[in-house]
């Protein structure tokens, strides 16, 4: 009754509009590639806006004292504020991210728990990876006027609850690098799923940053940021291009919806 | 097979030990009181730590049966990072002396 | 012992449908040769740490001579040889297996787990000895170095107890006893081994 | 009692509880007349401390954080009937379930702040100022996860191609018109006055009714689709 009569899709016409047409009416992975454009989109614009507009990454010093903070803040008063405004709006990206990896453990030799238990920890990822921050930083800049004090505080809210916080990162890429090493299915290669202890690792690694304001070790440090920044870059993009290719290999071709 | 290849792990151990008590008696104090910069010492500990990296990679891994690529890039890795360091160490140590 | 001499054994060890063959020994990837990308990728992630604190070192060598005159050196010593020993033991653990001896091989495996251990314990008893003292992770730039280095290696040797009993579990069973995943194992224990070397130099013993 | 009960008594949560977020929202002062952005440290400090608003703003906070995480079970209810949609991966349906916290944990955090001003109101005024900016931007600034919400949404209904879809299309276009009111509210800070001010006419008026109707028309449309669900299995039976 729900069938719909199998369609032979048109072969696919020129022009930019119309591929984009074809794709949405007859592309059989289009739910896969939404999902993905959404992840590179976000992730581009994380960069963008966490780089060049906000200026929180690389991280100023932990070390600078009230006044330095406070002008800071004023600087970057505009970008602060438009910046994590256009994060705030774009922050349920991540979703698509976290659905994409949820599906490629579901392809996997594995219990549905892996999947399960990814989505429900990083369905809050986002809260400590970028939220907190964003909101710290913002009624910091919102308001120039208000007591140098408070906004050092915020500084350090806003920058400690970016670099410091660790557990949903750990124990999120802890599911997946069990599920990717025991999977028998082959969806992810086994070099990515030894990948993972690495990323893992650098979430030890800031830990220091929650007790050092100068140093390698502080929260703008050579080690606790920019070896594990690098580490998490590498590990971002090797994901990102491992689930493209996980989409392409998938079969569905172009039969009738299941009902 | 067995008894050689035995002997032949067991002469790398033995081989890693001893150099392993070598630096560690060259970097030691020998009586003179308080540790200094010494450029020859740390040349001599790199130059041990290098060989028993790359004795451990090559026999204990079993790297030397390995595709050329593979003894290529661990040597290129231990080559960069030691002459890193030391040029670092000598550079620096310039300025102090 | 010559490459030649090696595969040929190898060929006369290996079951049938063994990846290895007299003529290609020369082109054998011991384990899988992901585990051999994670290895180069953890060696440049601890080069680069490595640079980082000889860059440090240099600015106020005074200082880390002075701090490394509070090291127990001679705990440094055995730590290094316990840690080759287990790596020798690993290395012989998978000859075995090779060779099909599955139980010898079993308590190779088991003698590096517990080598293994004895380097935790006496890595626990230097810190406390060092926290006894004073010396802290905060105590100043030497210090934060040591224990950073140390303890990001007790993880990976922490990590790597995971390893070996993944290759326990292989050799203990005759449903499984994958040589490839054993070799993989060994492969992780060894990196543990050898990041040490270069952690021991830089720590203890270079002036 | 069979599996489609259960959804039942979900459903029937929703008006009750939506019925205590009324009441919360019109007991909370700050919420009747929006507060302003510009209000100084002392008239903050004193609306906090004003005999009338106190009681007021605490039982309705606290009412806020008993039932405000309840959304989520009602919005659960939505991810079942993108489980009946026909498509042909789970991932929107993955992507709805990792939105539905977002939501209602950020509102919570929100809460907790205005709650922390409301503890110790005779704290220095600046202190009470700055949780009060900080429960503002969080409340009203975080609506990405509901945007993406009505997206994806949006998406599956668009893409749930059969002869009787689950959602009719309209339930889409509604949805996407939810998101675009809601957007504006994520640059909240930018503006201490006018529309986009957090008491302006977009950021407080447009979203928080946005965010009413949503409630409203999806129950109403969820609630059609569940009955007409069971009067099918009920004929089948």
């Known amino acids: 009754m729900r069938a719909v009569a199998v369609q032979a899709a048109p072969v696919l016409p020129s022009g930019l509009f119309e591929r984009l047409a074809w794709h949405w009416r007859y592309n059989p992975k289009l739910e896969f590639w939404i999902a993905w454009y959404s992840m590179v ?52 990206l991540t979703a698509a991210c976290n659905a994409l990896i949820g599906y490629s453990m579901r392809r996997m030799s594995v219990s549905r728990a892996f999947a399960y238990s990814y989505i429900a920890i990083y369905s809050v990822s986002a809260l ?29 809210m806003g ?101 | 097979m067995t008894a050689t290849s035995e002997r032949r792990l067991l002469t790398i151990l033995l081989v890693l030990s001893a150099i392993t008590l070598i630096s ?44 050329r690529l593979l003894r290529r890039v661990a040597d290129a890795w231990l080559a960069l990072l030691v002459s890193s360091l030391l040029a670092i160490y000598f550079i620096g140590a310039g300025f102090h002396t | 012992m010559t490459d030649a001499g090696a595969a040929a054994d190898c060929a006369r060890f290996a079951p049938p449908d063994e990846r290895i063959r007299p003529g290609d020994a020369a082109h054998y990837v011991p384990g899988q040769p992901d585990m051999w990308v994670f290895v180069l990728v953890e060696a440049l992630i601890f080069a680069s740490y490595f640079v980082i604190y000889m860059l440090h070192r240099v600015q106020d060598p005074a200082l880390y001579l002075r701090s490394q005159e509070r090291l127990n050196a001679g705990l440094g010593v055995t730590n290094t040889l316990i840690l080759l020993v287990s790596s020798w033991f690993m290395a012989r653990c998978v000859q075995s297996s090779r060779e099909r001896r599955y139980d010898v091989a079993f308590r190779q495996v088991l003698f590096t787990m517990v080598l293994g251990l004895l380097f935790i314990g006496f890595k626990l008893i230097d810190w406390s000895r060092m926290v006894s003292e004073g010396l802290e992770l905060s105590t100043n730039e030497f210090f934060s170095f040591y224990y950073f280095l140390t303890a990001i290696h007790v993880l990976h040797v922490l ?49 | 009692m069979n599996r489609d009960d259960g959804e039942l008594l979900l459903f029937w949560l929703v008006p009750v509880l939506g019925v205590t977020w009324l009441v919360a929202f019109l007991v909370f002062p700050g919420f009747v007349h929006p507060m302003s952005p510009t209000m100084s440290a002392e008239q903050v400090a004193a609306f906090y401390r004003d005999p009338e608003n106190l009681p007021r703003i605490r039982y309705s906070m606290v ?84 945007v ?33 009111a809601l957007a504006p509210a994520s640059f909240v ?33 969820l609630g059609k689709n569940i009955y007409e669900r069971r009067r099918e299995a009920g004929i089948a039976r």
Request: glycine residues 8%.
């Open chain 1, 128 to 156: 400590p990876g970028m939220l907190l921050t964003a909101i710290a930083l913002t009624v910091g800049a919102m308001r120039p006027e208000r007591d140098p004090e408070l906004i050092y505080w915020l500084y350090d």
């Open chain 1, 41 to 92: 989109f976000f992730y581009n614009l994380f960069g963008v806006v966490f780089v060049g507009m906000t200026r929180v990454m690389p991280p100023p010093q932990p070390w600078w004292d009230t006044p330095r903070v406070v002008q800071w803040f004023n600087d970057n008063h505009n970008g602060l504020l438009v910046g994590f405004g256009i994060i705030f709006l774009v922050s349920g």
């Open chain 2, 24 to 67: 560690w008696w060259i970097g030691a104090q020998h009586g003179q009181g308080e540790f200094r910069l010494n450029g020859p010492v740390t040349f001599g500990v790199l130059l041990i730590a290098t060989v028993k990296v790359r004795l451990i990679i090559g026999e204990f891994m079993e790297a030397r049966h390995a595709p």
């Open chain 1, 159 to 259: 920058f400690m609850c970016f670099v410091g916080t660790m557990g949903i990162f750990l124990i999120g890429t802890l599911v997946w690098m069990i599920a990717i090493l025991i999977d028998k299915n082959r969806v992810l290669p086994k070099w990515f799923g030894y990948l993972n202890i690495c990323n893992l690792i650098t979430e030890f690694v800031v830990a220091t940053s929650w007790v050092f304001k100068k140093g390698v070790f502080a929260w703008n440090g050579a080690i606790a940021f920019w070896v594990d920044t690098a580490v998490f870059a590498v590990y971002t993009v090797a994901f990102i291009y491992l689930l493209r290719k996980m989409i392409k290999r998938e079969d569905f071709g172009d039969g009738p919806l299941p009902a």
């Open chain 4, 148 to 180: 993406a919400q009505c997206v994806f949404l949006a998406l599956a209904i668009f893409l749930d191609r059969q002869a009787r879809p689950v959602f009719k299309s309209w339930v889409a276009h509604f949805n996407l018109l939810i998101a675009a």
């Open chain 4, 189 to 221: 800070a930018l503006f201490l006055t006018g529309p986009i001010a957090w008491d302006g006419f977009l950021s407080f008026w447009v979203r928080n009714s946005a965010i009413a109707l949503w409630i409203v028309v999806m129950t109403l449309v």
């Open chain 4, 63 to 146: 009412v806020f954080n008993w039932f405000c995480i309840a959304l989520i079970p009602f919005v659960s209810l939505i991810v079942m009937q993108i489980r009946r949609m026909s498509h042909r991966t789970p991932i929107l349906q993955y992507c709805y379930l990792g939105c539905l916290t977002g939501g209602p944990v950020l509102f919570f955090i929100a809460n907790l702040f205005w709650l922390l001003a409301a503890f110790r109101p005779e704290r220095r005024p600046e202190l009470t100022q700055m949780f009060n900016d900080l429960a503002w931007v969080t409340f009203t600034g975080q609506v990405g996860f509901l």
């Open chain 3, 159 to 207: 990590i790597g107890f995971v390893f070996l009993i993944v290759a326990a579990y292989q050799l203990r069973s005759p449903l499984r006893r994958s040589q490839e995943i054993v070799e993989t194992c060994a492969t992780y224990w060894h990196m543990v081994d050898f990041l040490w070397v270069m952690i021991f130099a830089l720590l203890y013993v270079i002036r």
